[in-house]
């Protein structure tokens, strides 16, 4: 038996609603700090072998905070990386990206699965996190938590489940979330065994603004 928990990096301080994507300088709000510190105590209690994590600052102290519990190490691997999809969006605030890219958000958010005029398809994105799994179990380890990123974790979580890709946008992970899967037969699709998401009150009013969630409206849209 094969256990494999993805886990989303907690929310990041961005007060002017960037896309960050690979920039540096975006690291935990203090409201990520403790939603870091909640999947770690959450997963206290859990066995874990291995934690590999993407290299991103954000994705990276989260990950600390679970293997400081846990007395293990961290493996960076590139291949946890966040979205190279859309990199003329970087650096761009979020309304932004509506206003100068209106096509491309609209068609992401639309079906990300359809397109292919991007720098990197969400199934390329899928096929390396899988590599990335492959690799982590490959010498017989039992259970590897992974942090990293919306999209591919979520690509990850589908194309493992034997879920469409063209259900990216349908309950993404949250920030700090973490997603359990398990697998008894390589010959068939990952069974995702549990969801869990931090529930945390303190100074969330003050870190509200940190939570903008910029394709809320334009989903609304489009229906």
């Known amino acids: 038996m094969r ?13 002017r609603h960037v896309v960050y994507a690979d920039l540096p300088g975006f690291d935990l709000s203090p409201v990520g700090v403790l939603e870091a510190h909640a999947v770690g105590r959450h997963l206290g209690d859990t066995p874990i072998d291995a934690i590999v994590s993407s290299p991103m600052p954000r994705a990276l102290h989260t990950a600390v905070a679970i ?27 979020w309304d932004e990206v509506d206003t100068i890219h209106h096509e491309q958000l609209t068609a992401y958010l639309r079906n990300a699965a359809a397109l292919d005029d991007v720098s ?13 799994v492959d690799d982590a179990f490959s010498d017989g380890t039992r259970i590897v938590a992974m942090v990293g990123h919306q999209d591919p974790i979520q690509a990850l979580r ?26 008894s037969d390589p010959q068939r699709p990952w069974v995702e065994t549990s969801s869990w998401e931090p529930r945390l009150d303190a100074g969330r009013a003050e ?3 940190n939570r903008y969630t910029p394709t809320t409206e334009i989903e609304e849209r489009l229906g």
């Open 3 to 15: 256990t494999l928990i993805l886990i989303r990096h907690g929310e990041v301080s961005n007060p």
């Open 67 to 93: 293997a400081a519990r846990q007395g293990l190490e961290v493996h960076l691997d590139t291949r946890l990386a966040e979205t190279g999809m859309y990199p003329g969006w970087t650096g761009l605030r």
């Open 120 to 132: 990197e398809t969400i199934h390329v994105i899928a096929d390396r996190m899988t590599r990335a």
């Open 158 to 183: 589908l194309t493992l489940s034997g879920r469409p890709m063209s259900d990216l946008r349908r309950d993404p992970p949250g920030h700090g979330s973490a997603t359990t899967l398990v697998s």
């Open 207 to 209: 870190e509200d603004e």
